[in-house]
């Protein structure tokens, strides 16, 4: 019973919902990148290389062995050099992006953060702690000149 109370408390807070709509648009975006590598940046590549397909590039250790009527005896083995470049290619488009992204939303955040800056909205929390600030400071130079008095 605990256990559901915890999952339940969790669940509330809110943090479950942003995992999920975390987890959705990483889906979304991988297949977005996947097509991208393939569809977009590979084919030229492929050109520019006389026409190599990567996918298919890969370093054979064991031919396939068929028998007299054709029946695979055993599987080829093979490493496939090719798949990992293109992988390793999308995980350079996606960590590029991802940086490009939290750079975007820290400039965001920073603007925001910034109480003399009248273009962005100051969120409430920031807002409150600024005049709070304000207030103690003003409170200070009062203080300042009762005692100099």
Known sequence: ???FKEFKEFAVKGNMMDMAIG??????????IDVLVKKVMMPPLSLLTN?????EKRII????????SGNVITD???IGYGALSEALLDFAIIGFTIFIVVK???RLRTKAQDTKDTTVETPKDIQLL?????????????LK????K
């Not at 600024?130 to 009062?142: F, G, H, I, R, S």
């Open 1 to 3: 019973m605990k256990l």
């Open 23 to 32: 987890i959705i648009i990483g889906a979304s975006f991988n297949k977005v």
């Open 51 to 55: 026409g190599i397909n990567f996918q």
């Open 61 to 68: 250790l064991r031919d396939i062995v068929f028998d007299n």
């Open 76 to 78: 080829e083995v093979a």
């Open 104 to 106: 975007f939303m820290n």
């Open 130 to 142: 600024t005049d709070l600030t304000e207030l103690l400071q003003e409170q200070n130079e009062l």
């Open 145 to 148: 000149m009762n005692l100099k």
